[in-house]
């Protein structure tokens, strides 16, 4: 499974830590590490998610919340399928031991199908247009549609562009800023008027 997509180099420091694995808790410095929308933190490696989402808390097989008490493997697995999965693949045949990636891929589904889709590609069966009975578009369509959502924002940053502002039509706004010309010129000079002379006292 690669999760490549989702790795990046945190923020901080040369030299010194940037932060601390939710999986096995060792600090990150200036080497990569993976981060999952929708999963907090961030990790080392695809064992160290497996093993935050997968803990004690949680069953082992899908990840679900499970508040009981821990008494075994079987007090952490919710369901019989998780049971019976959890036993078939991670204790038997190890194809979903940790860090494999199968588990995770349980979990994406369930709970963040968006991110599982990221990872899977287009035309993967959890997709939108194949839960709402539509055929997904070939390439050819993906294409023209990507085309007229070019032209179409170009069009409206240009209609944007040449849209007049105050600098070039200040009366486009003029029910909110009022031309100079609008102003009653011989009301502002009547004020000069009423201005005290202070030699003679008289106004």
């Given at each position: ?31 990569s590490?993976y ?25 082992r ?6 508040p009981?008490?821990y ?23 190890r ?22 889709r ?14 709402r009975?539509?055929p ?10 990507k085309?007229?959502n ?9 209609r ?5 502002t ?11 800023f009022?031309?100079?010309a ?11 008027n ?10």
């Amino acid at each position: 499974m690669d999760i490549s997509i989702f790795s990046f180099v945190p923020d901080g420091i040369k030299g010194q830590p940037r932060g601390s694995c939710g999986g096995c808790g060792l600090f990150a410095w200036s080497t990569s590490v993976y981060r999952i929308p929708g999963i907090a933190g961030f990790y080392c490696s695809l064992e160290c998610i497996e093993t935050y989402l997968f803990s004690v808390e949680s069953c082992r097989w899908c990840g679900r919340e499970m508040p009981k008490p821990y008494t075994s493997i079987d007090s952490r697995l919710c369901s019989e399928d998780c049971s019976h999965n959890y036993y078939a693949h991670v204790m038997g045949d190890r194809t979903a031991a940790l860090g494999t990636g199968k588990r995770l891929i349980v979990y994406l589904q369930r709970k963040r199908p968006e991110v599982y889709r990221l990872l899977a590609g287009d035309g993967t069966p959890t997709s939108n247009t194949a839960k709402r009975g539509r055929p997904a578009k070939s390439e050819d369509e993906k294409r023209a549609t990507k085309a007229a959502n070019q032209r179409r924002f170009r069009g409206s940053l240009r209609r944007r562009e040449n849209a007049p502002t105050r600098e070039t039509d200040p009366y486009h706004v003029a029910s909110i800023f009022p031309p100079t010309a609008a102003v009653d010129s011989k009301g502002l000079a009547g004020t000069e008027n009423q201005v005290t002379d202070t030699k003679s006292g008289l106004a």
